[in-house]
């Protein structure tokens, strides 16, 4: 198992790629078949801040590379496991469905590197985007820091403007680092910027319905992302449907600049798929 922090390091098309470590409920089937749990390099302000529950004992490891014995895990039973985790999170809607987006774009860009943003699309993003060498998706866990993913994504196509770069992020994170469309274009970076776009803060709504409080201090309203992201010189599309979404990334993978994906998601989904990675 791999942190959100640390995917790549086991790439997930592995067959021994035992899904992502959250200390949620997720994971909890496979880690209760472990005698033992091996932790190298786990920084735990990575996991929720909840009690450790587990009975195994924990060793941990500053260097990867100790030798250790032949695992004698059901791979089979392993691999049945993740795929059965992984149809668990496309939980149906009317709409476009959040895990959809990002099966389409994976599949469009296969070889981007990816940046992510603090909210409810992380979910999706974290456990369903294959990533097969590390540093090839960036996030920041433990602090979540929204606004992150466009910046980041600034830095990741500056250091290779060869290799599309894909950032997700929610509206909301998109709305406080605007200023950040303007760099793409004026660096001329191969940057696809997915807005999963549900005009709320929803994340935080689920959060207060989960409390059983108001939805309160959420709603973004509508905004227009195409005319904000083409006054800046960024090329802009609208999905609202799985035909829209295909024929925007096959232009972003072919534009050699930077484009916006305004991704018209359905958020209904949300709250049963936080239920199912948290518990």
Same mark, same amino acid.
């Given at each position: 198992?791999?942190?959100?922090?640390?995917?790549? #390091?086991?790439?997930?098309?592995?067959?021994?790629?035992?899904?992502?470590?959250?200390?949620?409920?997720?994971?909890? /089937?496979?880690?209760?078949?472990?005698?033992?749990?091996?932790?190298? %390099?786990?920084?735990?302000?990575?996991?929720?801040?909840?009690?450790?529950?587990? @009975?195994?004992?924990?060793?941990?490891?500053?260097?990867?590379?100790?030798?250790?014995?032949?695992?004698?895990?059901?791979?089979?039973a392993l691999q049945k496991t993740i795929a059965s985790q992984r /149809?668990?999170?496309?939980?149906?809607?009317?709409?476009?469905?959040?895990? @959809?987006? &990002?099966?389409?774009?994976?599949?469009?860009?296969?070889?981007?590197?990816?940046?992510?943003?603090?909210?409810?699309?992380?979910?999706?993003?974290?456990?369903?985007?294959?990533?097969? /060498?590390?540093?090839?998706?960036?996030?920041?866990?433990?602090?979540?820091?929204?606004?992150?993913?466009?910046?980041?994504?600034?830095?990741?196509?500056?250091?290779?403007?060869?290799?599309?770069?894909?950032?997700?992020?929610?509206?909301?994170?998109?709305?406080?680092?605007?200023?950040?469309?303007?760099?793409?274009?004026?660096?001329?970076?191969? #940057?696809?910027?997915?807005?999963?776009?549900?005009?709320?803060?929803?994340? $935080?709504?689920?959060?207060q319905r989960q409390r059983q409080f108001a939805s309160a201090g959420?709603?973004?309203?509508?905004? @227009?992302?195409?005319? $904000?992201?083409?006054?800046?010189? #960024?090329?802009?599309?609208?999905?609202?449907?799985?035909?829209?979404?295909?024929?925007?990334?096959?232009?972003?993978?072919?534009?050699?600049?930077?484009?916006? $994906?305004?991704?018209?998601?359905?958020?209904?989904?949300?709250?049963?798929? &936080?239920?199912?990675? @948290? %518990?």
């Amino acid at each position: 198992m791999v942190t959100y922090k640390a995917k790549g #390091v086991v790439p997930d098309r592995d067959p021994w790629f035992a899904g992502v470590f959250t200390n949620g409920a997720l994971e909890q /089937e496979i880690i209760d078949q472990a005698d033992l749990l091996i932790t190298a %390099g786990l920084d735990r302000v990575e996991l929720l801040p909840r009690p450790w529950t587990f @009975r195994q004992p924990v060793a941990d490891f500053d260097d990867a590379r100790e030798q250790l014995a032949t695992s004698t895990w059901d791979l089979a039973a392993l691999q049945k496991t993740i795929a059965s985790q992984r /149809e668990k999170l496309s939980v149906r809607s009317a709409g476009l469905q959040p895990d @959809r987006v &990002i099966a389409l774009a994976s599949e469009a860009m296969p070889n981007a590197r990816v940046t992510v943003d603090a909210g409810a699309h992380m979910f999706p993003a974290t456990l369903l985007w294959p990533v097969a /060498e590390p540093g090839d998706f960036l996030i920041s866990n433990g602090l979540s820091t929204m606004g992150f993913a466009v910046p980041a994504a600034v830095g990741a196509a500056l250091v290779d403007r060869d290799r599309i770069v894909v950032a997700l992020t929610g509206d909301g994170g998109l709305l406080m680092c605007l200023g950040e469309l303007a760099t793409l274009a004026r660096e001329r970076l191969r #940057v696809a910027v997915i807005a999963f776009n549900d005009a709320a803060l929803t994340l $935080i709504d689920v959060k207060q319905r989960q409390r059983q409080f108001a939805s309160a201090g959420v709603a973004l309203g509508d905004v @227009r992302w195409p005319s $904000i992201a083409e006054s800046f010189g #960024v090329a802009a599309h609208v999905a609202a449907s799985e035909p829209e979404l295909r024929a925007a990334l096959d232009a972003a993978a072919r534009h050699a600049g930077p484009t916006l $994906i305004d991704a018209h998601i359905d958020p209904a989904p949300y709250a049963e798929m &936080i239920r199912i990675v @948290r %518990g």
